[in-house]
């Protein structure tokens, strides 16, 4: 079947604006480090940190966050938290950067450092 010159240019242009609407994500590390003591720095901006993991989830681009207990125990109890591992999907790396510089827990003086570095999943 031949498609006339109209069509087919059609068809081309639908398909290319389709190929340029996906746009590829990667995936990011965020690693941070937590200051001593940042328990208490912690609590109080926790609920909005969450909020902004919650909307990474729920647009279908969290692999997984949460943080690193001091010492090894599942609740680390008084000991509390050494950081952070957030692993999300963003357009690059630029704006997983932007992303984690904006994290509550940064403005709070939760963090000590915060890298940003690309990230391969092999499994699951």
Not at 37 to 66: C, F, N, T, Y
Not at 94 to 115: F, I, K, L, M, T
Request: glycine letters at 6%; aromatic letters at 6%.
């Amino acid at each position: 079947m031949r498609l006339t010159p109209g069509l087919h240019d059609r068809v081309s242009m639908a398909r290319s604006s389709c190929v340029e609407a996906v746009s590829v994500k990667m995936l990011y590390a965020i690693i941070s480090e937590d200051v001593p003591e940042s328990g208490p720095l912690r609590a109080k901006a926790r609920a909005q940190h969450l909020e902004r993991l919650e909307a990474l989830r729920d647009a279908g681009r969290l692999v997984l966050a949460g943080p690193h207990p001091a010492v090894d125990s599942p609740d680390p109890g008084p000991s509390g938290f050494s950081g952070s591992l957030i692993v999300a999907e963003f357009t690059d790396l630029a704006a997983a950067e932007s992303w984690a510089n904006d994290d509550p827990y940064v403005a709070a003086g939760v963090y000590a450092s915060v890298r940003v570095k690309p990230f391969k999943r092999v499994l699951p």
